[in-house]
């Protein structure tokens, strides 16, 4: 699941509606909605990201959040490390092979530790 897939899937549950119901409201198939939800599907366009902060009324950061999941949710990224460290490289490499067996706690804390800005 991405970071957009699952803040849509909350707000429809909250809501109360099913994918079909929203999927219909959006003009878009009830698998097309599924797949996006559960990561299945690229980042998300314009349009679509628009759409669903219409769909659901957000407003200010509310409507920037979903922007900004939508922007750290391609299922499927590429790297390019050309011209970067062996050290950076090594990393990319690491987490790339070892992702799905870090527990939650160890991604929130690598997602912490990347967050911080660096001293200057």
Request: avoid cysteine; charge should be positive; hydrophobic fraction near 40%.
């Amino acid at each position: 699941m991405t970071p957009f897939g699952q803040k849509i899937r909350h707000l429809r549950k909250n809501k109360g509606l099913s994918q079909k119901q929203m999927a219909a409201d959006l003009s878009v198939s009830p698998a097309y909605l599924s797949a996006l939800e559960h990561g299945h599907r690229g980042q998300p366009n314009w349009a679509m990201v628009q759409k669903v902060i219409g769909y659901f009324n957000l407003i200010w950061d509310d409507a920037e959040e979903i922007e900004q999941l939508a922007r750290l949710s391609d299922p499927r990224i590429t790297v390019d490390t050309s011209g970067l460290s062996a050290e950076a490289v090594g990393l990319v490499n690491q987490l790339a092979r070892k992702i799905r067996s870090l527990s939650p706690a160890r991604i929130n804390h690598l997602s912490q530790v990347l967050d911080q800005k660096e001293d200057t």
